[in-house]
């Protein structure tokens, strides 16, 4: 993980944090650090050691491919957004994202062939 890795970090845990309705008081007291020691990592690029950021990417349900490989992620923003709230589903809510995605893109590809 190098410097800019880190900068990236601490958006990435403040918005997974956020979607998960989390204050930072909340998420200290569950990780076992200071409200200041997150709000550092957050805002101020603070370095985690590697058991904090277990932690919190375990807590937060955060994908470790979204901070270890993000020259494999997405730089959409909106889909960034979606994966901290899919987390939140549970089984059945995910059955019907998926199969109401799965309608989109298929209504997507009739229409595409139906110009073609």
């Not at 985690?48 to 470790?64: C, G, H, W």
């Not at 994966?83 to 009739?110: F, G, N, W």
């Amino acid at each position: 993980m190098n410097h800019n890795d880190f900068d990236r970090l601490g958006g990435i845990i403040k918005t997974a944090r956020k979607a998960k309705g989390l204050t930072r008081d909340q998420l200290s007291e569950r990780i076992h650090i200071t409200p200041r020691y997150l709000m550092s990592i957050e805002n101020e690029n603070q370095k985690p050691s590697y058991k904090i950021l277990f932690q919190v990417i375990r807590e937060l349900k955060i994908s470790t491919d979204t901070i270890f490989f993000p020259e494999n992620k997405c730089t959409n923003t909106e889909r960034e957004q979606l994966i901290p709230l899919l987390s939140l589903c549970d089984e059945r809510d995910l059955r019907i994202v998926t199969a109401m995605v799965k309608t989109l893109l298929e209504t997507k590809q009739h229409i595409t062939n139906k110009i073609f």
